[in-house]
């Protein structure tokens, strides 16, 4: 349109200005609030680890010897149920050779253990289920979140088929135990469904186009250091459960050496040699301590790297991995030392969750750099 060249310039209708955040604008979704449903997972996955943990450490993990999704989650109602529960309790090996006379008391102690650990993985399947649904229907997911979202409903299902492969192996042949490779399994899996809850929530816990943006600034270095120390506290993580699983953990209470001398005696007695890494109650402690002894090097490798970051933030949360890597050290060792009791095993079990979650916030940091204010020191 013409215009006067004497027209007042105040007078002129202002062009659309550019608004921000046009990478969230309509795909944003209910982000909050899936965070908060993520973090009770979190939270409730976290319970299960711990009283799994202690299913195991009261030798409660065989005591209901089948396995059934829906019918399970009824209890013995009375007492002719009882006693149904506790003959085929005693048709497997653990009570044949290891716990012969069990009194009804006895045998409801480890079955309310087992149970209450089976109800709370339910649960755990029922508020995935629930909040899933809730989000779908009401289109709130974020774009490219619904695959994430079902992958976790996915490994939930896997960890339960897991832990019932987990309890068969200990229902046959002369087996006191599960399997302690099964077991491991089993723990690794939860900490890694622990891992992708935490990676989710800290990724909704910021707008897209921020992770966007911090992308840009991410330190390549010190994330991909983030990564071997991540990928290296799981493999210590499994080789606890493996240590749990046989029980090595009270093989040899002394410290630094196991026994008289730096190695363990007679670490490959059992044929074939492979099944000493893992049924030799010392050779699986000691390969547990090794690991420990590198996982706590490279860790404070990684901290000393981490001081020079150019983020505060990344720096507080690379230091604080590095105080729990090295309580968690001190706590391994007096676990060792006291022939692993209940309420200090379980504690170094529930350490060691909190280490994982930590590295994991760390390299989230390093991978997505939070900028602070210059007072603070960005």
């Known amino acids: 349109m013409a215009r006067s060249i004497f027209e007042d310039v105040a007078e002129t209708t202002p062009a659309d200005t550019p608004q921000g955040g046009m990478i969230d604008a309509g795909r944003g979704g209910a982000r909050i609030a899936i965070r908060a449903w993520l973090i009770l997972l979190g939270v409730l996955v976290v319970l299960m680890v711990v009283v799994g943990g202690l299913t195991r450490l009261t030798d409660s993990g065989l005591s209901i010897t089948e396995w059934a999704p829906l019918r399970g989650a009824i209890p013995p109602l009375n007492p002719a149920d009882w006693a149904a529960e506790l003959e085929r309790y ?10 012969k006379g069990m ?48 992958l976790l409903g996915a490994l939930g299902g896997l960890q339960g088929a897991i832990g019932w492969w987990m309890v068969a192996s200990g229902l046959t042949g002369t087996m006191l135990d599960v399997a302690s490779y099964r077991l491991a399994t089993h723990l690794g899996l939860a900490f890694v469904i622990v891992g992708f809850i935490t990676w989710y929530a800290l990724q909704l816990s910021r707008p897209e186009r921020e992770l966007m943006q911090a992308r840009r600034s991410r330190e390549s270095r010190l994330f991909g250091l983030g990564t071997v120390f991540l990928a290296m506290c799981l493999v210590q993580i499994i080789l606890g459960a493996l240590v749990a699983g046989i029980d090595a953990g009270r093989a040899f209470p002394t410290w630094p050496l196991m026994g008289d001398g730096f190695f363990p005696p007679d670490p490959f007695a059992q044929t074939p040699v492979w099944r000493n890494f893992f049924e030799d109650a010392g050779l699986v402690q000691f390969i547990h301590r090794m690991m420990g002894y590198a996982l706590l090097a490279f860790g404070l490798y990684v901290g000393a790297r981490a ?35 209940l309420e200090i095993a379980i504690f170094h079990q529930l350490i060691a969750v909190f280490l994982w979650l930590a590295i994991i916030r760390a390299r989230f940091y390093a991978g997505y750099p939070l900028a602070g204010t210059i007072r603070d020191g960005v």
């Open 307 to 341: 001081t020079k970051s150019t983020y505060r933030a990344t720096r507080k949360a690379f230091a604080a991995a590095g105080l729990l890597l090295i309580a968690q050290m001190v706590i391994g060792i007096v676990t060792v030392l006291y022939s692993a009791p």
């Open 90 to 99: 005693r048709a497997i090996p653990e009570y044949q050779i290891q716990n």
């Open 103 to 150: 009194t009804m008391a006895q045998f409801k102690f480890i079955y309310w253990w087992e149970w209450g650990h089976r109800q709370l993985g339910r649960f755990v399947g029922l508020v995935w289920g629930i909040g899933f649904l809730y989000f779908l229907l009401r289109r709130q997911i974020p774009v490219g979140w619904t695959p994430k979202l079902l």
